[in-house]
């Protein structure tokens, strides 16, 4: 019988509109806010996408700001502040992916504004109240209630436009947050059962959306899976594989859902040589063990396997080891240097993970 931990189980108070053309209830939201004027947030690249609604947003519409970033740049914060005061907006709705999801909530979190947002990729930060921001090459991290947005508009049609390998690592960073989320100090059997069900759904989806980016059953059923991983990532602390990440990012200046589709394989392996009990499930979604099940997905998915693809040379892995091993988060095994410089290696030489034979040595 499987053991029931103790546990506490808090969630977010964000409200989820789930369901294709969800977009266009976005006034609704705003006006049911008690806002009377939203500044519509976006990338340059997905500036069409925001003006249409934009222009659905009618007299609540007080502009569009298209300069969000990846990482959070604090300096296109103080230039998307000024486009609050200048429109006299007094709230947000951020239409994009991760990047434009956090533009919104560092302005939330410097004015209280109430955000919607309208996510268009897996990242799933639009149900976390986590942000991380970049300045002078640093990036910094930072929780807090006023972060969270109010309103979550999950319209599955607007991801019909996301790219097969931004689909791709997209999909495998939401599954980073529900991986770690069945493994947390923190976590709770809501959480595993959100996170199992994320998997399951981003599972399945994901090889379909391969086939064919635009079948709208794969895309409907990989934002669900987004939303209960994000969700997930909310609710626990973050472990060894979002310290890794955020420290190759931060230090590097890497791409973030490649960086992470990258890891995922080798840090579940990490861990599940330490609690593979947490990782059974995992294991069962994906065969075999864990790491090794999350790898052969990621191969039959074409992501990136290697940390090298992305231009990080083999003489960089030890500052990232020293940076990650300096200040770890909390993680089920201990994080020693060289068990995570050895786990580098293989993310960089885009090796399978380590794994442990029956009897837990490393093979
Ligand atoms: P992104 O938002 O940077 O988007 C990547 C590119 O794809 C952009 O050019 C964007 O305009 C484009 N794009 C997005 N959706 C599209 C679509 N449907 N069709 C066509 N193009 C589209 O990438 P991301 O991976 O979603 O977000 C990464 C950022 O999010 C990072 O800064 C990361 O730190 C942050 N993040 C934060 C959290 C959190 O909880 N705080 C969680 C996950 C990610």
Not at 19 to 45: I, K
Not at 231 to 242: D, E, N, Q
Request: proline fraction near 7%; aromatic fraction near 4%; hydrophobic fraction near 40%.
């Amino acid at each position: 019988m499987i053991r029931v931990r103790p546990f506490t189980h808090t969630s977010g108070p964000a409200r989820v509109v789930f369901g294709r053309g969800s977009r266009h209830r976005a006034g609704d939201e705003v006006r049911a806010l008690g806002a009377t004027r939203a500044l519509v947030l976006c990338t340059p690249q997905q500036r069409t996408v925001a003006e249409r609604v934009a222009e659905r947003l009618g007299g609540l519409g007080a502009g569009l700001f298209d300069g969000a970033a990846m990482h959070t740049p604090v300096e296109v914060t103080g230039r998307a502040l000024d486009a609050l005061a200048d429109s006299r907006a007094d709230c947000v709705v951020a239409v994009g992916g991760g990047s434009t999801t956090g533009l919104g909530k560092a302005i939330a979190a410097r004015t209280g504004v109430p955000q919607v947002v309208v996510p268009t990729t897996y990242a799933g930060s639009e149900v976390t109240s986590i942000l991380g921001e970049t300045e002078k090459g640093l990036k910094t991290t930072r929780r807090g209630p006023e972060i969270l947005p109010e309103v979550v508009l999950y319209d599955p049609e607007l991801t019909d436009t996301l790219p097969v390998a931004l689909t791709v690592t997209s999909g495998l960073n939401a599954m980073a947050h529900a991986a770690e989320g069945v493994y947390a100090r923190d976590g709770s059997p809501i959480f595993t059962l959100m996170a199992v069900e994320g998997l399951r759904a981003l599972r399945e989806a994901l090889p379909a959306l391969v086939r064919d980016p635009a079948d709208p059953s794969g895309r409907d059923r990989a934002l669900y899976g987004a939303w209960l991983c994000g969700t997930v990532l909310g609710g626990v602390g973050m472990s060894i594989h979002h310290k890794l990440c955020h420290t190759l990012g931060g230090a590097l200046d890497l791409p973030h859902a490649e960086t992470h589709a990258i890891l995922l394989p080798h840090t579940v392996a990490f861990v599940e040589e330490t609690v593979p009990e947490a990782l059974t499930p995992v294991a069962e979604l994906f065969g075999g063990n864990a790491g090794q099940g999350l790898h052969d997905f990621a191969t039959l998915l074409r992501a990136p396997l290697s940390l090298a693809q992305l231009g990080v040379t083999e003489d960089e892995l030890d500052r990232v080891a020293d940076l990650a091993t300096a200040d770890p988060y909390w993680s089920p095994r201990p994080v020693e240097r060289p068990a995570l410089r050895e786990l580098l290696q293989r993310a960089w030489k885009g090796d399978p993970p380590a794994r442990t034979d029956d009897e837990g040595r490393l093979a």
